[in-house]
């Protein structure tokens, strides 16, 4: 304790203590969770993530911590963070290109969850100009999985029609990317643009240039903006549209306003309009309360209008037509209205002690997804704020509101890279750090913990691409031949039904289908696929196409 006196002053010591106390709390609590366990993979996905790739990192997170006291790393930190503030455009830049590299290498450009796949199966349907994919009626269930139709796909036995169940929003931002064949590219581009609007919006809240850079150096060092950012979910443009969303608020104008409800539109539709709503609601009390806030309301309400009607109401509305007829629930119908109510409100329920602890460990992977430190630095910040009743009112609720307001979504999380829950609302974390960096010591430290975070990342990124690489090492393959239909059994692997992926319009190479039994799966084949035989046969699945 001596020399981390001669070291660091009191306010660093007391913020790197605390958070060397949480993350081996945190270690400590997982260590006790994997000794009931097993084989952590037998477990869902949300638990096999935290029990594997976050427990081994919690070590490596403290290490940050202690290497980060180091005064040379705080100057070089320091250093960092004032190049951030003054070249954000070339770091925006430089980022695009460091994200696009991991895209294609450590995702392997490819939609490891549903979650991702759908939006991207949508885009190809756009890209064709269609509203919907098409494949032959009788190889529904085969291509779409029984439990994801009605959950992530809409389908038609009868017509062979398939659309993707999320909004579409993020699907349309994808369909030129996927129109050039780099659908990949789209996430990198926005995790550029992120540094740009964060860069933005710390000078709405900070006039040091070395305060806007420490800002957006804390975000860009973050596992988990930069994983996020070389995969296909939506979490990255959720973050990218309401940190535009806060900075055009914070202008003050009818006419940013309506941008800001453009933009909001957008941030609706992405995929489902949760994360933006928990997101926007405290902002707009903000603004209601700012004088002229009822115009700039109105202006508002005016730019959310119309993609809120044609895509937010226009795409329910569409799916209602897509799907099978029947005397009891047609779409026009309404027992079908009353069904499609229903299953809209299913996803949402009274907390259980379950979500409770589900909630818990979201916490702990904000806690080990972001900078070390800066999640502490984040609370003392809030909590020196707690009596501005401004824009840092706003920021602190949308925080605050996605959090409790997920405690009411029965799912744990699922796949993912971090907490996905709070990613919309994960741009206050770098904005209260920053409130709480008073001294030029407590700044360079957690300028050094972002340098020392960036080897973390690369860490997180091993960890993603061994993932990948081994989920996509369970499709069944052939000695020789030329494969053309893989059949999966998703028994034989760890969410081996994901790799049921096929093109919208099934114009891929291999064709990908779910086992419905050997022998059902002989019949299909001689009656859909004639020309093929069966090339391999192993537990995983079947291989089949030209010996």
Request: a positive charge; charged letters at 15%.
């Amino acid at each position: 304790m001596s020399r981390l006196s001669r070291l660091a002053p009191e306010e660093l010591r007391e913020l790197f203590l605390a958070s060397l106390a949480v993350t081996a709390g945190i270690f400590l609590y997982l260590a006790w969770q994997r000794a009931g366990v097993a084989d952590p993979h037998a477990l869902g996905i949300f638990r096999t993530l935290i029990l594997t790739q976050d427990f081994t990192v919690a070590p490596l997170f403290a290490l940050a911590l202690c290497v980060a006291l180091a005064p040379p790393l705080r100057r070089a930190g320091a250093q960092a963070a004032r190049w951030c503030g003054r070249h954000p455009r070339s770091l925006a830049a430089a980022t695009v290109v460091v994200l696009a590299v991991g895209a294609r290498l450590a995702y392997h450009a490819h939609p490891l969850a549903m979650d991702e796949y759908a939006p991207l199966f949508q885009s190809e349907a756009f890209a064709a100009g269609r509203l919907t994919g098409q494949v032959p009626a009788a190889l529904v269930d085969w291509l779409v999985p029984k439990g994801f139709q009605g959950v992530f796909f809409k389908v038609s036995h009868e017509s062979g029609a398939v659309a993707s169940m999320y909004w579409p929003g993020l699907a349309l931002l994808l369909t030129p990317f996927t129109l050039l064949g780099v659908p990949w590219l789209l996430n990198p581009l926005v995790g550029g643009a992120t540094v740009l609007a964060m860069h933005r919006l710390a000078r709405e809240f900070f006039a040091s240039e070395e305060a806007v850079g420490l800002a957006v150096l804390l975000t860009l060092a973050s596992p988990a903006i930069t994983i996020n950012a070389i995969s296909f979910y939506s979490m990255p443009a959720h973050l990218l549209a309401n940190t535009l969303f806060a900075v055009l608020l914070l202008r003050r104008t009818a006419a940013t306003a309506l941008l800001a409800g453009i933009v909001g539109s957008l941030a609706l539709v992405l995929h489902n309009p949760v994360p933006h709503l928990l997101f926007a609601l405290p902002w707009i009390g903000w603004m209601a309360t700012q004088p002229g806030g009822g115009r700039r309301i109105a202006a508002l309400a005016a730019g959310y209008l119309p993609g809120a009607l044609l895509v937010g109401l226009g795409w329910p509305l569409f799916l209602r037509t897509v799907g099978d007829a029947t005397a009891a629930t047609a779409p026009g119908t309404p027992a079908g209205a009353l069904r499609t109510f229903r299953e809209s409100l299913g996803s949402f329920r009274m907390p259980s002690g379950t979500v409770f602890e589900a909630r818990f460990l979201g916490l702990v992977k904000v806690w080990l997804w972001a900078v070390p430190a800066l999640v502490a630095a984040a609370a003392v910040g809030a909590w020196r704020k707690r009596e501005d009743t401004g824009p840092w009112l706003a920021l602190a609720g949308s925080a605050l509101l996605t959090l409790v307001g997920y405690l009411a979504v029965r799912f744990d999380g699922g796949h993912g890279w971090g907490y996905r829950y709070f990613h919309p609302a994960w741009l206050a974390l770098p904005i209260f750090a920053v409130a709480a960096a008073r001294s030029t010591a407590v700044a360079g430290f957690l300028g050094a913990c972002a340098l020392a975070s960036v080897l973390l990342t690369g860490v997180r990124a091993g960890q993603v691409e061994h993932f990948i690489a081994a989920h996509l090492a369970q499709r069944p393959t052939a000695a020789s031949g030329e494969a053309r239909v893989l059949i999966i059994d998703p028994k034989s692997g760890f969410y081996a039904v994901d790799l049921v992926q096929n093109d919208a319009f099934l114009r891929n190479r291999v064709v990908t289908f779910v086992t419905h039994g050997q022998e059902a799966d002989d019949e299909m084949m001689a009656r859909a696929f004639p020309q093929y035989r069966p090339l391999a046969r192993e537990p995983r699945g079947s291989v089949w196409g030209v010996p």
